[in-house]
């Protein structure tokens, strides 16, 4: 049974489970694959990077740098979390921007999703909440007059092909080549593995991202090969599939064995297409949106920190 993540960690610790399980050569971890962990007073810091095909097939990502940051408590809602997970999410970007070779690069923020509907609208939200500066910073009448400490950032929300008719790649294509950013950041939900990891991890990633993927309407991949400039993905975990939970249930039961062909008939019928998503779901969403803006706002302008951004957004 092929059970859906789109996080790489969560990837690598079905091999591990996999490993213990059968114990044998066959479900070791393949060469060209590193896994360094952080821990922090409130989140953990996972950096995996494959840089080997035979890597890369057995955990089905591509190849790449994977940084995941997990909250310990489930519930971001003290200032102190915020501020570090906030800045645990600066402190992973800012090498990227570092590697532009620009004194200062043009940042695009793009926030895929469906702001009508909850679990969906991560992206729309963190955009709301970014400090936008291009259409200041290139006009010659005013920019000279604003901080210095300010990035040239622009932001975006395409939509989704329901609503616009419009490949978001083919509309990213074209503000690309009129705005011209030296990267991109895109920000979307995606599907967890675990119902611990909903609203509760970020991943940062190198290889791009598929529109739709986490509910598994798979649209054009934007990616530094498709469209041109280095795309840095955002996504946070904000369903689960629910053939997933129904094998976690069963597997869990005491002397209850999965039985693989009652879980595949499960996903051939109307459940297969369900996914489900915490009641929680509205006030996670503004949390984790708030803490993914801020870790941008601060790691693409200067000298920022979260009290300056707030400023900014009043």
Do not use: W
């Not at 994977?66 to 800012?94: G, Q, W």
């Not at 923020?109 to 009508?116: A, R």
Request: proline fraction near 4%; glycine fraction near 8%.
């Amino acid at each position: 049974m092929n059970i859906r993540t789109d996080l790489a960690l969560e990837a690598q610790e079905m091999i591990d489970e996999q490993k213990t399980k059968k114990m044998n050569n066959s479900s070791k971890i393949p060469e060209g694959m590193s896994v360094d962990t952080l821990e922090k007073n409130y989140v953990v810091i996972t950096k995996i990077n494959i840089t080997s095909d035979e890597a890369a097939n057995k955990i089905g990502k591509k190849k790449g740098k994977y940084i995941t940051i997990e909250l310990k408590n489930p519930d971001l809602n003290t200032l102190d979390i915020h501020k570090e997970l906030a800045s645990s999410i600066t402190e992973c970007l800012l090498p990227f921007i570092s590697q532009i070779n620009k004194k200062e690069p043009s940042v695009m923020v793009v926030g895929l999703g469906n702001k009508n509907i909850t679990p969906d609208s991560l992206g729309p939200k963190v955009v709301d909440k970014i400090v936008v500066t291009r259409h200041v910073k290139t006009s010659e009448q005013l920019k000279n007059t604003v901080d210095k400490r300010l990035g040239t950032v622009s932001a975006v929300s395409p939509g989704v092909l329901g609503t616009t008719g419009i490949e978001t790649g083919e509309i990213l294509k074209g503000l690309i080549e009129k705005a011209g950013p030296d990267i991109i950041f895109v920000i979307d939900a995606l599907c967890a593995r675990k119902t611990n990891r909903i609203n509760t991890t970020i991943q940062i990633s190198t290889t791009g991202i598929v529109p739709g993927s986490g509910v598994g309407n798979h649209r054009m991949e934007l990616s530094s090969d498709t469209l041109g400039v280095p795309v840095v993905a955002i996504g946070v975990p904000t369903v689960v599939d629910s053939v997933t939970i129904a094998y976690d249930i069963i597997n869990n039961l005491e002397g209850s064995s999965v039985d693989e062909d009652v879980i595949n008939s499960i996903a051939r019928n109307n459940a297969g297409n369900m996914v489900v998503t915490p009641k929680n779901i509205d006030i996670s969403i503004d949390r984790m949106s708030l803490a993914i803006s801020n870790g941008i706002n601060m790691a693409v302008h200067k000298g920022f920190d979260i009290g300056d951004v707030s400023e900014y957004l009043l």
